[in-house]
């Protein structure tokens, strides 16, 4: 069983265009979040989500946003593609941000996205 | 969290022991160092973490000098599927916390045959 698992793996679209990333943990984490990984291979995150509520937002573009329908799914929404926007993106989830150390995050297999 | 500096490749011999070094000489003392890789065109996998003490699984051990300044990494006996970028991060949050782990440049790890 896959434990973080994210949909599409591959995406090819069109500069302008709007698409959807869907993530989903079988893991029973009340955290998830969603990491970019550039050209360069810099893996930065995105956002995360506690609970159905979000923690975290870096200084990504308001074209990007994150849907948590319950506490399994984090879906990335991306409007109006750009060229820079071609990256892998990644899910991820956790047990919780609490100090005490003890627990992981568990990555999914990322999704390649690339706008022409 | 802390900066962390490790060298930016290695080359190790199939069935030696990896020593990856990470340097944090900045580390607070209530934040952890974790170890991660990613093999090529997968996501990133939890290796290891620990605080203060030396820690061993399954994959492989953690050595966390006395001044916490510096870690190593043992992969005791590595293997081709090891190759992989590894990275040392140092959070004060186990799961990331409000900031999530921060990632650095890593370490290529190269098993030869």
């Known amino acids: 069983d896959t434990a973080v698992s994210q949909t599409p793996k591959y995406l090819v679209t069109q500069m302008g265009n709007d698409k959807s990333i869907k993530c989903e943990q079988n893991l029973g984490h009340d955290t998830m979040y969603w990491y970019k990984q550039d050209s360069k291979k810099f893996l930065k995150i995105m956002f995360s989500y506690n609970n159905k509520e979000l923690i975290i937002n870096e200084t990504v573009p308001n074209r990007f946003s994150p849907k948590s329908p319950d506490k399994a799914h984090l879906n990335l929404h991306i409007n109006s593609l750009e060229l820079g926007d071609s990256a892998v993106y990644f899910c991820?989830?956790?047990?919780?941000?609490?100090?005490?150390?003890?627990?992981?995050?568990?990555f999914g297999e990322g999704s390649w996205l690339t706008v022409v | 969290d802390a900066k962390t500096t490790q060298p930016t490749s290695m080359d190790c011999a199939e069935g030696r022991a990896a020593n990856l070094p990470c340097n944090h000489s900045t580390i607070s003392g209530n934040e952890y160092v974790y170890w991660y890789r990613q093999i090529h065109s997968q996501g990133p996998q939890y290796i290891i973490h620990g605080l203060k003490n030396n820690e061993t699984n399954e994959m492989a051990s953690l050595i966390i000098t006395e001044d916490r300044k510096s870690s190593t990494l043992i992969l005791p006996h590595a293997t081709l599927r090891d190759t992989a970028v590894y990275y040392c991060i140092v959070s004060r949050y186990s799961g990331g916390g409000a900031d999530g782990l921060t990632f650095g440049k890593g370490t290529h790890l190269i098993i030869q045959p």
């Open positions: 991820a989830s956790s047990q919780g941000a609490r100090q005490g150390g003890g627990n992981t995050i568990y």
